[in-house]
């Protein structure tokens, strides 16, 4: 029965999803994975479309979880240097500098910008792993670089 009302048309949208919810759910899911060209296009169209709302939508994200987006940089970005191990999570790194006592570890300073600085390095087969961070100040681990430690560290095992 088509509508001429596009309010009713709504309503009558709108009933029908509150009351098959769970169907509707698993019926998209179910069309999404059949046809995965098919919505990549779409999405695409709509893209192309209305790229302001898209942005926009994205920036409001972005700020509402800038730590989210801050740990996805820091991931790819070791992913991207070829770390054959990646298990340490900001979860892991807030620990470890609250064991450190937010002190660099070569020269005992207390500062709250610390940097991660791999024993090993992640250029020369290093993993990006508990075992192989400890918490630094940019001095400290600009001065390391891709060297020999600093001072003898023995990493927290958290």
């Known amino acids: 029965m088509p509508y001429k009302d596009p309010q ?3 309503a009558n949208s709108q ?3 509150a009351t098959h919810s769970a169907e509707n759910v698993d019926r998209v899911r179910q069309w999404r994975l059949t046809n995965p060209g098919r919505r990549n296009a779409y999405d695409r169209a709509r893209y192309a479309e209305h790229p302001e709302i898209y942005k926009n ?3 409001k994200w972005n700020k509402a ?6 740990e996805y940089c820091r991931q790819r970005n070791v992913r991207r240097r070829g770390a054959p191990v990646v298990d340490f999570t900001r979860a892991d790194w807030e620990a470890m ?3 450190y006592g937010h002190k660099c570890v070569y020269c005992q300073k207390k500062t709250q910008r610390l940097t991660q600085d791999h024993l090993t390095p992640l250029t020369q087969g290093g993993a990006h792993t508990k075992t192989n961070i400890v ?3 940019q001095s400290c681990n600009s001065k ?9 560290v ?3 095992l958290l």
């Open 8 to 10: 009713a048309k709504r």
């Open 15 to 17: 009933r029908y999803n």
């Open 57 to 59: 939508r994205s920036d």
């Open 65 to 70: 979880n800038l730590e989210k987006v801050r």
């Open 97 to 99: 500098k609250t064991a």
């Open 135 to 137: 918490p630094a100040c």
């Open 144 to 152: 390391k670089g891709t060297g020999v430690v600093l001072v003898p």
């Open 154 to 156: 023995q990493p927290l």
